[in-house]
Protein backbone atom coordinates (compact mmCIF):
# COMPACT_ATOMS: atom_id res chain seq x y z
CA UNK A 1 0.00 0.00 0.00
CA UNK A 2 0.93 3.60 -0.84
CA UNK A 3 1.12 5.35 2.61
CA UNK A 4 0.96 9.15 3.47
CA UNK A 5 2.52 9.81 6.91
CA UNK A 6 2.01 13.72 7.88
CA UNK A 7 4.43 13.69 10.71
CA UNK A 8 7.01 11.48 9.61
CA UNK A 9 10.07 12.69 10.85
CA UNK A 10 8.25 12.82 14.51
CA UNK A 11 8.57 10.69 17.84
CA UNK A 12 5.94 8.42 16.60
CA UNK A 13 6.30 9.06 13.02
CA UNK A 14 9.91 8.17 13.28
CA UNK A 15 9.06 4.99 14.66
CA UNK A 16 6.44 4.19 12.51
CA UNK A 17 8.02 4.68 9.03
CA UNK A 18 10.60 1.80 9.37
CA UNK A 19 8.02 -0.42 10.70
CA UNK A 20 5.57 0.43 7.59
CA UNK A 21 8.67 -0.36 5.02
CA UNK A 22 9.36 -3.53 6.78
CA UNK A 23 5.66 -4.64 5.99
CA UNK A 24 6.18 -4.15 2.28
CA UNK A 25 4.76 -0.70 2.19
CA UNK A 26 6.08 2.10 0.06
CA UNK A 27 6.20 5.29 2.21
CA UNK A 28 5.61 8.70 1.76
CA UNK A 29 7.15 10.89 4.66
CA UNK A 30 6.45 14.38 5.45
CA UNK A 31 8.00 17.05 7.28
CA UNK A 32 8.19 20.64 8.62
CA UNK A 33 11.46 21.95 9.80
CA UNK A 34 13.86 21.33 6.40
CA UNK A 35 16.72 19.74 8.46
CA UNK A 36 14.98 16.70 9.10
CA UNK A 37 14.15 15.81 4.95
CA UNK A 38 17.49 13.19 5.52
CA UNK A 39 16.02 11.98 8.53
CA UNK A 40 12.50 11.08 6.83
CA UNK A 41 14.56 9.48 3.82
CA UNK A 42 17.16 7.37 6.01
CA UNK A 43 13.79 6.11 7.45
CA UNK A 44 12.54 4.63 4.08
CA UNK A 45 10.66 7.18 2.63
CA UNK A 46 10.06 9.61 0.29
CA UNK A 47 10.38 13.33 2.20
CA UNK A 48 8.20 15.85 1.51
CA UNK A 49 8.24 19.11 3.16
CA UNK A 50 4.70 19.84 4.40
CA UNK A 51 2.76 22.46 6.60
CA UNK A 52 -0.37 20.83 7.50
CA UNK A 53 -2.01 24.63 8.23
CA UNK A 54 -1.65 25.18 4.29
CA UNK A 55 -4.90 23.33 3.45
CA UNK A 56 -3.68 24.17 -0.74
CA UNK A 57 -0.28 22.51 -0.12
CA UNK A 58 -1.84 19.60 1.91
CA UNK A 59 -4.10 19.23 -1.45
CA UNK A 60 -1.51 19.36 -3.71
CA UNK A 61 1.28 16.94 -1.77
CA UNK A 62 -1.91 13.93 -1.59
CA UNK A 63 -3.19 14.45 -4.82
CA UNK A 64 0.59 14.13 -6.33
CA UNK A 65 1.60 11.69 -4.51
CA UNK A 66 -1.84 9.55 -4.94
CA UNK A 67 -1.61 7.20 -1.29
CA UNK A 68 -4.21 4.54 -0.74
CA UNK A 69 -3.75 5.57 2.76
CA UNK A 70 -3.21 8.58 4.81
CA UNK A 71 -1.66 8.71 8.99
CA UNK A 72 -1.86 11.81 10.49
CA UNK A 73 1.35 11.83 13.66
CA UNK A 74 1.53 15.72 13.33
CA UNK A 75 2.21 17.70 16.46
CA UNK A 76 3.46 20.30 17.79
CA UNK A 77 5.06 19.64 21.35
CA UNK A 78 8.54 19.06 20.46
CA UNK A 79 10.28 21.53 22.87
CA UNK A 80 7.24 22.65 24.15
CA UNK A 81 7.50 23.77 28.15
CA UNK A 82 4.58 22.58 29.62
CA UNK A 83 3.08 25.94 31.70
CA UNK A 84 0.56 25.38 34.16
CA UNK A 85 -2.11 26.49 31.20
CA UNK A 86 -1.94 23.20 29.01
CA UNK A 87 -4.06 25.36 26.01
CA UNK A 88 -1.34 27.68 25.94
CA UNK A 89 0.90 24.94 25.70
CA UNK A 90 -0.87 22.84 22.94
CA UNK A 91 -2.53 25.53 21.36
CA UNK A 92 0.36 24.57 17.78
CA UNK A 93 -0.74 21.31 18.10
CA UNK A 94 -5.17 21.70 18.65
CA UNK A 95 -4.22 23.62 15.31
CA UNK A 96 -2.79 20.67 13.70
CA UNK A 97 -5.68 18.47 15.23
CA UNK A 98 -8.61 20.48 13.88
CA UNK A 99 -7.34 22.38 11.11
CA UNK A 100 -4.71 19.65 10.08
CA UNK A 101 -7.28 17.11 10.23
CA UNK A 102 -10.12 18.67 8.16
CA UNK A 103 -6.71 19.60 5.50
CA UNK A 104 -6.15 16.04 5.01
CA UNK A 105 -9.62 14.55 5.33
CA UNK A 106 -10.44 17.24 2.34
CA UNK A 107 -7.81 16.17 0.13
CA UNK A 108 -8.08 11.95 1.27
CA UNK A 109 -11.91 13.00 0.27
CA UNK A 110 -10.74 14.42 -3.08
CA UNK A 111 -8.21 11.88 -4.05
CA UNK A 112 -10.53 9.04 -3.27
CA UNK A 113 -7.90 7.51 -0.22
CA UNK A 114 -10.05 5.48 1.91
CA UNK A 115 -8.23 4.60 4.64
CA UNK A 116 -7.07 7.29 7.18
CA UNK A 117 -5.72 6.87 10.84
CA UNK A 118 -4.95 9.72 12.97
CA UNK A 119 -3.13 10.27 16.11
CA UNK A 120 -5.75 10.91 19.22
CA UNK A 121 -4.69 10.62 22.85
CA UNK A 122 -6.62 8.92 26.06
CA UNK A 123 -5.12 9.75 29.22
CA UNK A 124 -6.68 12.76 31.26
CA UNK A 125 -9.91 12.73 28.63
CA UNK A 126 -12.29 10.29 30.12
CA UNK A 127 -14.79 11.03 33.07
CA UNK A 128 -13.42 11.62 36.22
CA UNK A 129 -16.05 8.76 38.22
CA UNK A 130 -16.66 5.43 38.32
CA UNK A 131 -13.56 2.79 38.02
CA UNK A 132 -10.42 3.45 37.34
CA UNK A 133 -9.75 1.90 33.62
CA UNK A 134 -12.00 3.34 30.83
CA UNK A 135 -13.15 1.54 27.52
CA UNK A 136 -13.79 3.71 24.50
CA UNK A 137 -17.26 3.73 24.76
CA UNK A 138 -17.08 5.45 28.59
CA UNK A 139 -18.03 9.00 28.64
CA UNK A 140 -15.08 11.38 28.41
CA UNK A 141 -15.04 14.48 30.89
CA UNK A 142 -17.98 16.19 30.47
CA UNK A 143 -16.23 19.08 32.52
CA UNK A 144 -12.28 19.12 31.71
CA UNK A 145 -10.33 21.58 33.90
CA UNK A 146 -10.66 25.32 33.14
CA UNK A 147 -7.05 25.35 31.43
CA UNK A 148 -7.62 22.15 29.22
CA UNK A 149 -10.81 22.74 27.64
CA UNK A 150 -9.67 23.63 24.34
CA UNK A 151 -7.12 21.22 24.49
CA UNK A 152 -9.66 18.36 25.23
CA UNK A 153 -12.04 19.90 22.57
CA UNK A 154 -9.48 19.60 19.84
CA UNK A 155 -8.94 15.91 21.01
CA UNK A 156 -13.01 15.31 20.38
CA UNK A 157 -13.08 17.50 17.24
CA UNK A 158 -10.23 15.09 16.13
CA UNK A 159 -11.88 11.92 16.85
CA UNK A 160 -15.14 12.98 15.65
CA UNK A 161 -14.00 14.69 12.17
CA UNK A 162 -11.67 11.16 11.18
CA UNK A 163 -14.60 8.55 12.12
CA UNK A 164 -17.34 10.62 10.59
CA UNK A 165 -15.13 9.96 7.62
CA UNK A 166 -14.88 6.03 8.01
CA UNK A 167 -11.58 6.35 9.39
CA UNK A 168 -9.55 5.11 12.92
CA UNK A 169 -8.68 7.62 15.98
CA UNK A 170 -5.56 6.16 18.19
CA UNK A 171 -5.97 7.49 21.37
CA UNK A 172 -2.43 6.74 22.81
CA UNK A 173 -0.85 6.45 26.07
CA UNK A 174 1.29 8.59 27.17
CA UNK A 175 4.36 8.31 24.89
CA UNK A 176 7.88 6.88 26.43
CA UNK A 177 11.15 5.13 24.74
CA UNK A 178 12.97 7.90 23.48
CA UNK A 179 16.08 9.01 25.59
CA UNK A 180 14.55 12.84 25.18
CA UNK A 181 11.08 11.96 26.66
CA UNK A 182 9.73 15.22 28.16
CA UNK A 183 8.87 13.41 31.71
CA UNK A 184 12.71 12.42 32.34
CA UNK A 185 14.32 14.91 33.26
CA UNK A 186 11.87 16.39 35.77
CA UNK A 187 11.75 13.27 37.66
CA UNK A 188 15.52 13.18 37.47
CA UNK A 189 15.51 16.78 39.50
CA UNK A 190 12.63 15.56 41.59
CA UNK A 191 10.29 18.18 39.99
CA UNK A 192 7.60 15.89 39.29
CA UNK A 193 5.59 15.17 43.02
CA UNK A 194 3.21 12.62 44.22
CA UNK A 195 0.34 14.84 44.37
CA UNK A 196 -2.08 14.42 47.47
CA UNK A 197 -2.85 10.46 47.92
CA UNK A 198 -1.48 9.85 43.84
CA UNK A 199 -4.37 8.07 43.28
CA UNK A 200 -4.68 9.80 39.44
CA UNK A 201 -4.14 6.96 36.65
CA UNK A 202 -2.07 6.81 34.06
CA UNK A 203 -1.63 5.07 31.17
CA UNK A 204 1.44 4.58 28.76
CA UNK A 205 2.73 3.47 25.79
CA UNK A 206 6.38 2.65 24.27
CA UNK A 207 6.68 4.46 20.89
CA UNK A 208 7.26 0.91 19.37
CA UNK A 209 3.94 -0.87 20.27
CA UNK A 210 2.24 2.68 19.58
CA UNK A 211 3.53 1.78 16.13
CA UNK A 212 3.17 -1.56 15.53
CA UNK A 213 -0.69 -0.82 16.64
CA UNK A 214 -0.87 1.83 13.85
CA UNK A 215 0.22 -0.66 11.26
CA UNK A 216 -2.57 -3.00 11.66
CA UNK A 217 -5.12 0.03 12.54
CA UNK A 218 -3.86 0.67 8.61
CA UNK A 219 -5.38 -2.60 7.31
CA UNK A 220 -8.63 -2.55 9.50
CA UNK A 221 -11.96 -1.30 8.34
CA UNK A 222 -12.89 1.63 9.91
CA UNK A 223 -14.49 4.03 11.41
CA UNK A 224 -13.26 2.76 15.12
CA UNK A 225 -11.45 4.21 18.37
CA UNK A 226 -9.06 2.34 19.87
CA UNK A 227 -7.14 3.27 23.46
CA UNK A 228 -3.43 2.37 22.02
CA UNK A 229 -2.42 2.20 25.87
CA UNK A 230 -0.55 -0.87 27.81
CA UNK A 231 -1.97 -3.48 29.95
CA UNK A 232 -1.15 -1.79 32.95
CA UNK A 233 -3.08 1.38 33.66
CA UNK A 234 -1.58 2.69 37.05
CA UNK A 235 -1.85 5.15 39.85
CA UNK A 236 0.76 8.05 39.85
CA UNK A 237 1.54 6.39 43.62
CA UNK A 238 3.08 3.46 41.58
CA UNK A 239 4.43 4.08 38.88
CA UNK A 240 6.15 7.19 39.27
CA UNK A 241 8.54 5.71 42.49
CA UNK A 242 9.69 2.96 39.77
CA UNK A 243 10.58 5.31 37.00
CA UNK A 244 12.86 7.46 39.46
CA UNK A 245 14.18 4.27 40.60
CA UNK A 246 15.28 2.97 36.77
CA UNK A 247 16.68 6.35 36.28
CA UNK A 248 18.96 6.01 39.47
CA UNK A 249 16.80 9.74 40.77
CA UNK A 250 15.72 9.91 44.33
CA UNK A 251 12.26 9.26 45.02
CA UNK A 252 9.49 11.91 44.25
CA UNK A 253 8.33 14.48 46.58
CA UNK A 254 4.64 14.19 47.92
CA UNK A 255 2.77 17.17 47.95
CA UNK A 256 -0.56 17.91 48.94
CA UNK A 257 -3.60 19.25 46.93
CA UNK A 258 -3.73 22.87 47.74
CA UNK A 259 0.36 23.12 47.31
CA UNK A 260 0.52 21.47 44.05
CA UNK A 261 -2.58 23.45 42.85
CA UNK A 262 -0.35 26.94 43.78
CA UNK A 263 2.44 25.92 42.23
CA UNK A 264 1.33 23.70 38.93
CA UNK A 265 -2.46 24.40 38.72
CA UNK A 266 -5.51 22.37 37.95
CA UNK A 267 -4.57 20.22 35.70
CA UNK A 268 -1.27 18.57 37.67
CA UNK A 269 -3.81 18.18 40.49
CA UNK A 270 -6.56 16.61 38.62
CA UNK A 271 -3.71 14.68 36.63
CA UNK A 272 -2.48 13.55 39.80
CA UNK A 273 -5.01 12.64 41.76
CA UNK A 274 -8.48 11.90 39.62
CA UNK A 275 -7.06 10.70 36.29
CA UNK A 276 -8.28 7.90 34.60
CA UNK A 277 -6.82 5.28 32.87
CA UNK A 278 -7.54 3.32 29.34
CA UNK A 279 -8.61 -0.15 28.66
CA UNK A 280 -6.31 -1.56 25.81
CA UNK A 281 -8.84 -4.96 25.37
CA UNK A 282 -10.70 -3.80 21.77
CA UNK A 283 -7.36 -2.54 20.27
CA UNK A 284 -6.49 -6.37 20.76
CA UNK A 285 -9.53 -7.91 20.15
CA UNK A 286 -9.91 -6.00 17.14
CA UNK A 287 -6.31 -5.51 15.72
CA UNK A 288 -4.85 -7.90 16.71
CA UNK A 289 -2.57 -6.75 18.46
CA UNK A 290 0.07 -7.50 20.70
CA UNK A 291 2.75 -5.34 23.08
CA UNK A 292 5.99 -5.96 23.19
CA UNK A 293 6.15 -4.38 26.24
CA UNK A 294 2.90 -5.04 27.85
CA UNK A 295 3.67 -3.12 31.02
CA UNK A 296 5.47 0.34 31.73
CA UNK A 297 7.34 -1.82 34.62
CA UNK A 298 9.27 -3.96 31.22
CA UNK A 299 9.12 -0.79 29.34
CA UNK A 300 10.61 2.33 31.13
CA UNK A 301 13.53 -0.71 32.46
CA UNK A 302 14.44 -0.95 28.50
CA UNK A 303 14.45 2.40 27.45
CA UNK A 304 16.21 4.02 30.38
CA UNK A 305 17.50 1.27 32.46
CA UNK A 306 21.46 0.66 32.66
CA UNK A 307 21.36 -2.50 32.44
CA UNK A 308 19.56 -2.78 28.73
CA UNK A 309 20.77 -0.14 26.54
CA UNK A 310 19.02 3.05 26.05
CA UNK A 311 16.77 3.10 22.93
CA UNK A 312 17.41 6.35 21.20
CA UNK A 313 15.76 8.92 18.90
CA UNK A 314 17.53 11.64 17.95
CA UNK A 315 16.46 14.44 20.46
CA UNK A 316 15.78 17.59 19.53
CA UNK A 317 19.05 19.40 19.81
CA UNK A 318 20.32 16.64 17.27
CA UNK A 319 17.82 18.09 14.64
N1 LIG B 1 1.48 13.50 21.15
C1 LIG B 1 1.08 13.91 22.32
O1 LIG B 1 -0.11 14.06 22.58
C2 LIG B 1 2.09 14.26 23.39
C3 LIG B 1 1.65 14.73 24.62
C4 LIG B 1 2.59 15.08 25.59
C5 LIG B 1 3.94 14.95 25.32
N2 LIG B 1 4.35 14.47 24.12
C6 LIG B 1 5.80 14.31 23.92
O2 LIG B 1 6.32 15.34 23.10
C7 LIG B 1 7.50 14.88 22.43
C8 LIG B 1 7.53 15.23 20.98
O3 LIG B 1 6.33 15.75 20.55
P1 LIG B 1 5.80 15.71 19.10
O4 LIG B 1 5.44 14.29 18.74
O5 LIG B 1 4.75 16.73 18.93
O6 LIG B 1 6.96 16.30 18.26
P2 LIG B 1 7.77 15.65 17.17
O7 LIG B 1 8.34 14.41 17.69
O8 LIG B 1 8.69 16.68 16.74
O9 LIG B 1 6.74 15.25 16.00
C9 LIG B 1 5.75 16.01 15.40
C10 LIG B 1 5.70 15.79 13.90
O10 LIG B 1 4.78 16.72 13.36
C11 LIG B 1 5.48 17.57 12.43
N3 LIG B 1 4.91 18.91 12.45
C12 LIG B 1 5.02 19.87 13.39
N4 LIG B 1 4.36 20.99 13.00
C13 LIG B 1 3.82 20.71 11.78
C14 LIG B 1 3.03 21.44 10.85
N5 LIG B 1 2.65 22.72 11.08
N6 LIG B 1 2.67 20.85 9.71
C15 LIG B 1 3.05 19.58 9.44
N7 LIG B 1 3.79 18.83 10.28
C16 LIG B 1 4.17 19.39 11.43
C17 LIG B 1 6.92 17.53 12.86
O11 LIG B 1 7.76 17.90 11.78
P3 LIG B 1 9.27 18.42 12.10
O12 LIG B 1 9.83 17.47 13.09
O13 LIG B 1 9.97 18.34 10.81
O14 LIG B 1 9.13 19.81 12.63
C18 LIG B 1 7.05 16.07 13.23
O15 LIG B 1 7.18 15.28 12.10
C19 LIG B 1 7.52 13.37 22.60
O16 LIG B 1 8.54 13.05 23.49
C20 LIG B 1 6.15 13.04 23.20
O17 LIG B 1 6.23 11.97 24.09
C21 LIG B 1 3.45 14.15 23.14
Redesign the pocket.
Known sequence: MRVFV?????????RLVPQLVEQGHEVIG???????AD??RTLGAEAI??????ARAVRNAVMETRPEAIVH????????R?SRNLDRS?A??N??RTE?TDALLAAAREAGVSRFVA?S?APFRYAREGGPVKTEDDPLDPDPVATARETNAAMRYLDQAVTDAGGIALR?G???G?A????LEPVRKRQFPIVGNGGGVSSFIH?DDAARATVLALDHDGPGIYNIVDDEPAPVRDWLPVLAEVLGAKPPRHVPRWLARLIAGEGAVMMGTESRGASNAKAKRELGWSLRYPSWRQGFMAAYGSSVPTER?PS?SD?
Open positions: AGASGAIGSTFRSPRHRVALDLLDQATALADVFFPTRLGQFYGFYANDGLFTTR
